[in-house]
Each structure stands twice: as C-alpha cells, then as structure tokens.
C-alpha cells in the first residue's frame, strides 16, 4: 500500500501532536491528519475523514484510548489502532496488544513510530486483499455448488424413473428367473446409484454451510 495516507490522532496535548507529526515526517511518511480531543469528534471523525489508521494517546481528560479503541471496534474494526502514551507501562502494552490493539509506541521513543505505522497499514492492507479474495472465492464456489446441485438433481429424476419401471417386473418370475436375478441386480445398481447422488447433494449442501 502506497500513498498519502490518512491519519487520524486523538490528542488533547498540542506540543505532543507536533512532536508526533515532526517524527513522521523526518521518516519520510507521506500523510494528510486530524486531530481530534473529544469523544464526540473522535467518533464524528470515524464517520467522516475515513482514517487510513489511528494513533490515540492513552488517557485524556474526558476519554481515554481503551474507549477510543472499543468505540472503532464496533464503527471500523479494519482500520489499525496504536497507542502513543507516555506513562503506559509493559504490562499494560501487552494485555492492549492482546485484546487487538494494533501496537504501541512511547512519547519519548518515537522513533519506532514510522516503522509500526508501515507494518500496520501492511498489514491491514494484505488482510483486505484476502478478504476480497475468500469472498470472490466463496461466490465462485457458491455458483459451483449450485451448478453441481442442480446437475445431481437432474440426474436423480431419470434415476427415479428408472427405479420406478422397476417395479413394474416380477423378479421371482419362476418362468424366467434368470431375467429376475439380472433385473433384481441392475435395480440394486439404480437404487445404489440414487443413494450416492443424494448423499453427494447432501454432503455439499452441508460444506456450504460451513464455509458460510
């Protein structure tokens, strides 16, 4: 994924905001922004500026980035989210990471922001193509399906006549019971035969509903 990509910053601290936009740009990340403070114009935001990614600092006066997170979970859960805190501590980093928070970076090392940023949106990126695949792929199979469906279906109905003549001999003819024995096999081989075709449409119709 190349480009200018679209950032999304939930800061109350100006000096921070510029520090941040400094770093990113010294490492040579092409990027348009916006700053948001509060709940409602972080949320207005997801709505509006359609972020590439988010980078949220952890703890503001009237919202925190643990909200912030949970709130782009529900709105866009695509798009990656890194914390940028000053005071978050190891612990706290891993159990965020863990409840699929995208990364996080520290106020006084933000020279590992630019390359988390990179692999996010890498990331995200290579997720939406194989999510644009598995769906082209499940249409295709899903066509498939009802291709191989209506075929064996077909099938069934000459098979069902076929079994259905069958019934009109007497296989225990005793004046031919050669003729019996032949007919008495080749109506096992119908009935076989109807059997597996049903047991194919069953089976595939049980395959399609669990890749649904």
């Known amino acids: 994924m190349n480009g200018v990509y679209k950032i999304l910053i939930l800061e109350d601290n100006q000096s921070d905001v510029d520090l941040l936009k400094r770093e990113l740009k010294r490492n040579g990340l092409l990027f348009t922004s916006e700053v948001v403070q509060t709940r409602e114009s972080y949320e207005i935001a997801l709505d509006t500026y359609n972020p590439d990614i988010i980078l ?79 769906e082209e792929l499940r249409i295709q199979y899903d066509k ?42 080749l109506k096992l081989v119908a009935e076989n035969l109807d059997k597996t075709i049903h047991e194919i449409v069953r089976n595939t119709t049980e395959i399609k509903e669990i890749i649904k």
């Open 56 to 134: 949220s600092d952890y703890t503001l006066p009237a919202f925190d980035g643990v909200a912030a997170f949970r709130i782009k979970q529900i709105k866009t859960p695509d798009i990656p989210f890194i914390i940028v805190s000053g005071s978050i501590g190891e612990e706290r980093s891993v159990e965020l990471i863990r409840d699929g928070v995208t990364d996080y970076a520290l106020k006084d090392k933000l020279f590992s922001l630019p390359l988390k940023i990179s692999r996010a949106l890498r990331d995200a990126e290579e997720k939406r193509i194989k999510r644009t695949i598995d």
């Open 144 to 185: 498939l399906l009802k291709v191989a469906v209506l075929q064996s279906h077909q099938v069934r109905v000459p098979v069902a006549n076929i079994l259905g003549l069958f019934n009109l001999f007497n296989f225990d003819d005793p004046a031919d019971p050669e003729n019996g024995r032949v007919l008495h096999m």
